[in-house]
Structures are given as structure tokens and as C-alpha cells.
């Protein structure tokens, strides 16, 4: 138990000074570097918490896919502007209304009258999270798993929408077309002799 | 002993830098980006916390939803960043002077 | 209840989700006729097969009770407006990605839907995001125009930030709780002892839904979006999602947190006076029509947080009621908006001026859209903003009904400047509103219908009565 209170510590540090980085940083490669690094150690985390396959979900796919996409973005777009510039009015303003933030809570999740004591039963050896998992999601959040899909696509296409170019002056292929030439549309036989001078 | 306010306090803590992370960072949309996923990592470690401590598969079965509409998110914000992007050159979203709240 | 008992239930959101999927496949001179079809198919099917008596469905993720029907086609019938109006537009939707533009309408319908019916935390997030999802690319699509970029960011950033608030509510809520059923979570609530964790959660929830509805103080991004994104998107946005909107206020709270209504009524009215006075007092200041329209809506999502403040039954089918009339009189408004812009650009309120003398049928109308929201007799914004007040002053508030008197008097000025400009001052430029005859019919029967609410009230008013009963705090 002990060591787990010793990780759970470790890790919440990293994860609130590499999130805090990520939002402070002056290079923006770095930042989303940070953000990263707080992903990962929050997928430790949720292994702490026994959900083994929403952690290996994010460090797999999220931090895989979504946080390396946006590595790409921010390369593309910071190639000008690579360092940002905060004003000190802002921080100061960002900085109180994280700290009231953190105090509220504070005191409403350290108060009397909120106290869990609950600790949950260690899982039977052959527990597997990822069956568990995997057996509400297709019978009691059906619905949800559908809506999900529908949002996937509504990103789709509107990421798509959005993002697509159709230039005028571009040359592209049209396969339909290429196949049904003929010979004749494209060959002309000539006698051979030369054309006479005009 | 940990238990569930240890997790809480560290998820809103989380919220919290996410929240004034949005707040510092008005100029610059790539870092506003950034702020809102640690929002939601903060609800996600706060629903699987909860979904540990109270044995319920529930908030396991919320997280992995945030999860995927969080992606889904992403993916429209970066897509308009880069419309921005090539329409001004430009992300900072203060040298836009023609929007005015 | 059987598999092809709930799918037959269900029937209105497959449809809309098939048929988006054609919209966005099919050829691009086949998107506008079957957009339609798909429109009127839902509108079909939630006739067909309305049931008798409220059915949890899909294991009890979703409800479908016939008394909320109205509502759900009303949503059918103001996307059909909307994407009528929007067609003669220069930027309209069919002389750009018109495939993408009503998938993504149609699918915004599948969000409203889902939040609708909505009898668990999960489908509730996830219809709200499908609707956001489908509205930022809107906003953003006509890509010319630099601003609507920069708008479409801002909408972005603050949606995203309002979706992250009312994510930790929820997650707060859970925690406490141990449930995401709508339900169950009001009866949990009733039980347990209060504790700050829960009205934190309770005040990260509301904080989230005011940013989405755009309630002061978290409506700065309205009236920029309003003002920035394209007229077809923001006619969109203005008009269906703001019945969304109630419905997610009714779902969550007068359902969900009703244990914690003593709490949350008083916040909602100070929102809502907030909202009031400063919808009411920027708009006055306003030349450009649109940010007028969007500091008018901003007042009145005010008077819908008055009558949900109420914490009445009484109070909530008057915030249906009230949203039944605004939603229609938005979409009146942004359609002759519309009418008005599809030649040259007639943005300012100056260009109003003259309207009687060159087009007087034009200008009747306009004045009906005006009064209704003013609130002036003989139209249905009268009647809403009545029984709003009713209800305040039945629940035993009538100083907050008092103030928002004044403010929908000091309100009343910016609509009837335009009216003055109509039919008291001379035009600077003549007015050329398009001539389309459907858009100019839909126009008026749209501004005629709040005249007809106005003399016939008693059908709409039940059903608005019924419509809220179904969210009454779990019964």
C-alpha cells in the first residue's frame, strides 16, 4: 500500500509540473512535448486506479495518434513564430483563478461532510478490465458506442469540409476517362512527309 | 492509505491548470488546444477514480466516451487552426483586431 | 421491450442518421431535394410512431415520450427554414460544399435529438457534441473570408471550454453519486446529505450550459459569432440549437437536480438578470443588425433562465413555451435577413429605412417579427413574455418580474427603431430584397404564424405544458 501512496505522489507531481509546463512554455514544440509527458503520466495513473485498458487506450492511441497529430500541426504552423509571448496581466489574472479554483475545491472535497472511505475490493486474479469493459459497452452503452460513431464522422467530415482544397489550376487524373480513349482520339497517321515550309 | 479525495484533489488541481492555462494563453490558439485537453484528461482521471473507489463500470465506460469525443474534438480544432492559419498566416489570436467581443 | 419494438421507436434518429449519410454521398444537384426528404421522413416517422405512453429505450440510455414530439418537430420544420432561406444567399450552402453543409445540419439534428431524449449523462454529452461537432465546421466553412475563421476559433475554444465545465460537473456529480442515470441520480440526490461537492459539481454544470446558451456573463462569443460567420451558418445557429438548449436545461436540472433546486434557482436568476440587463442595454448601441439580433438573443435566453429560475412547473412550461416563440421568431428574422441580403449587402439597421415606401409587404412583415419581439400585443412574443412573468410572480418573485418589465421596455427600443426607419424615414439607398416568391411566402407565413399564436394560444400553450411535465423532477 505504501508504495502505491509513494508512485501515486511521484506521478501527480510529474503530471501537474509537466501540465503546468505545457502551459507555460515559450517554445511550443516543448509545450506540446510537456503535454505529453502529462498524458503518459496520467495513463500511470489510471493504471494505479486498475483501468488497464483505458491507460493503455491513451498512451496507445491518444498519445500515439492525436497528440503526435498535433506535434505535426504545431510544426506546420509555428514554423514563423516558434516562441510565444504571454502578457504579465493575463498570468497574474490565470494564476488567481487557478488558485481560487484549487482552494474551492479544496475545501469542498476536504470537508467533513465529504469524506469516502471506501476501498475497493482487489480484483479476483482472472478479473480482466479490458472483458469487463468490452461487455457493457456493447450491450448497456449500445446507444452511446452508436452516437460515438456518429460523432466520429461528423469530425470527419467537417475536419474534411474544412480543410480540403480544390485548386482551379490543379492537374488531376480522371481514371474513367484515361480508360475509355481510343486509339483514334489520340493517333494521327501522316503520309510522313515533311510539312513544306510557310 | 489513498483514497478517492487524494485522486479528486489531483484531478482538480488538473482542472484548474487547464482552466488558467485557457485564461493565459488568449493569444494563442495551439496552447488553448493544449489547455482543453488537460480539461479533459482532468474529468477522465476524475471518472475513473470514481468508477475505482465506487466498483462501477460506469465512469470507466464515460471516460472512454470523453475520450473519443475529445479526439473527435481535436481533430475539428487543428482543422480550424490551419483554415485560420492559411487565410491570415498567422495564429495569434490577438492580431486579429477585427473581432471584438 | 423487443429489439424491433425499440428499433421501431427509435425509427426518427435512424432515419436521420441514414439519410445524412446519403445527403453526403449522393451527387451534389441531389443534396438540397434530399435534404428534404430525409427532413420530412423524420418528421414522418416521429408521427408514425409515437407512442402511447413514455418508453425507456436501449436500456434505459433514452427516452421517447410522444409529449416532447412538438418539440422535436419543430427542430425538423426550423432546419427546413433555415436551409430554404440560406439557398439564395451568395455564400449559401449550395454555391460552396453543399453535400457537407447539410450533413452536417441533418447531423446536428441527430445531436438534438439524442438530447432530447436523453435519460443518462453519456447520451446527453454525446448529443451535445454531435451538435457542436456539427456547428464549429458550419461556422467555418466559408473560407474566403477570413473572419470566419477567427470566429469559428473563438466558438471553438469557448464551446470546448463550456463542454470541459460541465464534463467536471458531471464527473463531480458521479463522483458523489455513483450514477450517470438521470433517474436514478435525482432520487440519489434526495436521499443523500448535501455536501459542497455536489453544489460545486451543480455550479460547474450550470457555468457550462450558460457558456453554451450564451448567458451573461459567458456570452462574449455570441455576438462576435453572430456578427462573423456566414448568414446561412449563423441563421443555423440561431434558431433549432436553442431549443437544444432548453432541453438540456430541462433534462438536467428541473430532472436531474431537482434535490438541488433552491440552489440553482438562485443562480439561474441572477444569470438571468444579468443576461437581461445586458442584452437589453448593448443592443441599443448596436448599428449592424446582426449584433442587435445577437444581444437580443442573449436577452432573451435571459427571460428563458427567469422562468426556469421559477423552479415551477408553472415556470418551466413557460421557458418551453417562450423558446417554442423565440426559436421562431429568430428564424423569421434571420430569413428576411436573408431576403434582404441576397442582392447587396443590407447589414446596417439604416438600411431598413425606406422599406414601406419600396416594398410595403416586406415591411408589415418585419414589423410583426419586430413587435413579437418587443413583446407588443396582437403577437405571440406578448403571450411568452406573460406567462414568463406569471410565473415569477406566481412563484413569489415579482421584484425580478418587475425589473425584467423595465428592461423589455428600454428592450422595446431598438426593435421599433427599426420599425421607425421602415415606415418614418426616407431610404438613403433603395432596398432590393430578392425576388424569390418561396423564400418571400415562407418569410411571411413565419412572421404570420406568431400572429396566429397570438389569437389562437390554448393548443400551444397544453402542449408546451405537456412538454414539461415529462421533465418534472423524475415522475
Not at chain 2, 482543422?79 to 487565410?87: D, G, Q
Not at chain 3, 467536471?168 to 436514478?184: C, K, N, Q, R
Not at chain 3, 434526495?190 to 457558456?211: D, K
Request: charged residues 15%; glycine residues 6%; negative net charge.
Amino acid at each position: 500500500m505504501a508504495f502505491q501512496t509513494l508512485l501515486f505522489y511521484l506521478f501527480g507531481t510529474v503530471l501537474l509540473a509537466a501540465a503546468a509546463a505545457a502551459v507555460t512554455l515559450r517554445n511550443m514544440v516543448h509545450a506540446a512535448l510537456s503535454l505529453i509527458l502529462s498524458f503518459f503520466t496520467a495513463a500511470m495513473l489510471w493504471m494505479l486506479l486498475e483501468a488497464e485498458f483505458l491507460s493503455i487506450l491513451l498512451v496507445l492511441v491518444y498519445i500515439g495518434a492525436v497528440l503526435v497529430l498535433f506535434l505535426f500541426v504545431v510544426m506546420m504552423v509555428e514554423r514563423h513564430t516558434p516562441t510565444i509571448h504571454r502578457r504579465r496581466n493575463y498570468r497574474i489574472v490565470a494564476s488567481a483563478v487557478a488558485a481560487v479554483m484549487v482552494a474551492e475545491l479544496g475545501m469542498a472535497l476536504l470537508a467533513p461532510d465529504f469524506s469516502p472511505t471506501a476501498q475497493p475490493l482487489p480484483a479476483p486474479l482472472e478479473y480482466s478490465n479490458t472483458k469487463a469493459l468490452g461487455s457493457v459497452l456493447y450491450t448497456d452503452y449500445a446507444l452511446a458506442f452508436e452516437a460515438a460513431a456518429v460523432a466520429l464522422l461528423v469530425a470527419i467530415v467537417g475536419a474534411i469540409a474544412l480543410t480540403l482544397r480544390v485548386r482551379p489550376d490543379h492537374h488531376r487524373q480522371n481514371p474513367a476517362r484515361q480508360s475509355r480513349v481510343r486509339k483514334q482520339d489520340r493517333l494521327r497517321l501522316t503520309d510522313g512527309r515533311s510539312e513544306p515550309p510557310c | 492509505m489513498l483514497s478517492l479525495t487524494h485522486f479528486m484533489l489531483l484531478s482538480g488541481a488538473l482542472f484548474a491548470i487547464g482552466v488558467a492555462g485557457v485564461f493565459v494563453n488568449r493569444r494563442h490558439a495551439l496552447v488553448l488546444l493544449m489547455s482543453l485537453e488537460l480539461i479533459l484528461l482532468a474529468v477522465n482521471t476524475n471518472l475513473i477514480a470514481a468508477s475505482h473507489y465506487l466498483q462501477d463500470l460506469a465512469g470507466q465506460a464515460f471516460a472512454l466516451f470523453v475520450l473519443t469525443i475529445a479526439a473527435a474534438e481535436i481533430a475539428i480544432g487543428l482543422a480550424i487552426v490551419v483554415v485560420v492559419f492559411r487565410s491570415r498566416e498567422t495564429i495569434d489570436a490577438e492580431d486579429l483586431s477585427e473581432v471584438r467581443g | 421491450m423487443s429489439v424491433a419494438q425499440e428499433m421501431i421507436l427509435m425509427l426518427p434518429e435512424i432515419v436521420l442518421v441514414v439519410g445524412a449519410c446519403f445527403v453526403l454521398l449522393c451527387p451534389r444537384f441531389l443534396a438540397w431535394p434530399l435534404t428534404m426528404l430525409v427532413l420530412a421522413g423524420t418528421v414522418g416517422a416521429i408521427v408514425a410512431t409515437a407512442p402511447e405512453d413514455p418508453a425507456l429505450l436501449m436500456t434505459g440510455m433514452f427516452e421517447r415520450s410522444s409529449e416532447i414530439d412538438f418539440l422535436r418537430i419543430l427542430i425538423c420544420v426550423l432546419t427546413v427554414l433555415i436551409l430554404r432561406y440560406a439557398r439564395g444567399h451568395p455564400v449559401s450552402p449550395d454555391r460552396l460544399q453543399s453535400n457537407e453543409f447539410y450533413t452536417l445540419a441533418v447531423f446536428g439534428c441527430v445531436g438534438m435529438f439524442l438530447i432530447s431524449g436523453a435519460e443518462h449523462l453519456i447520451t446527453l454529452y454525446l448529443g451535445l457534441e454531435i451538435l457542436a461537432l456539427s456547428l464549429y465546421p458550419m461556422i467555418a466553412m466559408v473560407r474566403d473570408d477570413g473572419r470566419a475563421g477567427e470566429v469559428a476559433l473563438k466558438y471553438f475554444v469557448l464551446g470546448a471550454l463550456a463542454s470541459g465545465f460541465l464534463l467536471y460537473g458531471m464527473s463531480l456529480m458521479y463522483a458523489v453519486t455513483g450514477t450517470l442515470h438521470i433517474g436514478e441520480l435525482a432520487s440519489q440526490l434526495e436521499q443523500l446529505e448535501m455536501n459542497r461537492v455536489l453544489l460545486l459539481g451543480m455550479v460547474f454544470m450550470l457555468a457550462g450550459l450558460a457558456f453554451k446558451l450564451g448567458a451573461t456573463p459567458f456570452h462574449m462569443w455570441l455576438p462576435d459569432v453572430y456578427d462573423g460567420a456566414s448568414l446561412p451558418a449563423v441563421t443555423y445557429l440561431s434558431a433549432a440549437p436553442k431549443i437544444a438548449g432548453l432541453l438540456l436545461l430541462l433534462r438536467l436540472f428541473s430532472d436531474g437536480l431537482m434535490a438541488l433546486a433552491v440552489d440553482w434557482t438562485t443562480l439561474m436568476m441572477v444569470l438571468a438578470v444579468l443576461s437581461l440587463l445586458l442584452g437589453n442595454l448593448v443592443a441599443i448601441a448596436q448599428t449592424r443588425i446582426r449584433r442587435m439580433l445577437a444581444y437580443s438573443a442573449i436577452a432573451h435566453t435571459g427571460f428563458v433562465f427567469l422562468a426556469l429560475g421559477a423552479g415551477t412547473p408553472h415556470g418551466m412550461s413557460s421557458a418551453v413555451f417562450y423558446t417554442f416563440v423565440y426559436a421562431l421568431m429568430a428564424a423569421g428574422s434571420f430569413g428576411m435577413l436573408l431576403l434582404l441580403n441576397s442582392r447587396v449587402a443590407a447589414e446596417d439597421i439604416q438600411d431598413f429605412k425606406g422599406l414601406n415606401h419600396s416594398h410595403p409587404w416586406l415591411a408589415i412583415m418585419v414589423l410583426i417579427l419586430m413587435f413579437s419581439m418587443a413583446g407588443v400585443p396582437l403577437t405571440a412574443g406578448f403571450y411568452a413574455k406573460l406567462y414568463v412573468l406569471q410565473a415569477v410572480v406566481d412563484a413569489g418573485l415579482w421584484p425580478l418580474a418587475v425589473v425584467a418589465v423595465l428592461l423589455t421596455v428600454v428592450g422595446a427600443y431598438y426593435y421599433l427603431r427599426i420599425v421607425w426607419y421602415m415606415y418614418f424615414e426616407e431610404a438613403d439607398r433603395p432596398a432590393e430584397p430578392g425576388e424569390d416568391s418561396a423564400h418571400v411566402f415562407l418569410v411571411s407565413a413565419n412572421a404570420l404564424v406568431l400572429v396566429l399564436i397570438f389569437a389562437v394560444p390554448q393548443p400551444w400553450l397544453e402542449m408546451s405544458r405537456d412538454a414539461a411535465r415529462v421533465f418534472v423532477g423524475g415522475q
